[in-house]
T-cell receptor
């Protein structure tokens, strides 16, 4: 099993739909992250979890709701999204916060219609 | 405040040429860590290297080398004899003891033309 997996890889949803993105890490790491990557924009850190506790929420709209049921799994629940939310959503994990390198999943390409 | 600048937005080179990607960082902390990541067209960022602020030794790994200079707050990345597979977006990143989240630069898109 590869280090960090994400499902689905591609998602098209309408603005009234509810969907969830899933991330799973098989590296025994304690920290997990959600990033948003839009075209021509820098990586945006959305949420950080350390030992299943949320430690960062960078002013993300409430239509994005994270969930970390255990140290291996991270979800991003989506509802009533806007077209500008279309982006690549990347999950990452690291051994801990700060000095540790992050390992990324392949991302979910989200299109909101 | 912490900041990472990658002034080169896009670079295009012909295969077998050498290319250097620039990274300039800002921090007032004395203890910090610098990273480089590669994002190929498939989308997944791949970790390449981590350096801490107390180790200014340059590093070489195959065709890749990194030049860390605290005097100029730079952590540049050189690819020797570039190959088409090196085509990707490369991100420089910083984390410090006072802000333990990673700050990514805007990235440099490298195209290696056969």
């Amino acid at each position: 099993e590869t280090g960090v997996t994400q499902t689905p890889r591609h998602l098209v949803m309408g603005m009234t739909n509810k969907k969830s993105l899933k991330c799973e890490q098989h590296l025994g790491h304690n920290a997990m992250y959600w990033y948003k990557q839009s075209a021509k924009k820098p990586l945006e850190l959305m949420f950080v979890y350390s030992l299943e506790e949320r430690v960062e929420n960078n002013s993300v709209p409430s239509r994005f709701s994270p969930e970390c049921p255990n140290s291996s799994h991270l979800f991003l629940h989506l509802h009533t999204l806007q077209p500008e939310d279309s982006a690549l959503y990347l999950c990452a994990s690291s051994q801990g916060l700060g000095a540790y390198e992050q390992y990324f999943g392949p991302g979910t390409r989200l299109t909101v219609t | 405040a912490q900041k990472v600048t990658q002034a080169q937005t896009e670079i295009s080179v012909v295969e077998k040429e050498d290319v250097t990607l620039d990274c300039v960082y800002e921090t007032r902390d004395t203890t910090y860590y610098l990273f480089w990541y590669k994002q190929p067209p498939s989308g997944e960022l791949v970790f390449l290297i981590r350096r801490n602020s107390f180790d200014e030794q340059n590093e070489i790994s195959g065709r890749y080398s990194w030049n860390f200079q605290k005097s100029t707050s730079s952590f540049n990345f050189t690819i020797t004899a570039s190959q088409v597979v090196d085509s990707a977006v490369y991100f420089c990143a910083l984390t410090t003891t006072s802000y333990d989240k990673v700050i990514f630069g805007p990235g440099t898109s490298l195209s290696v033309i056969p």
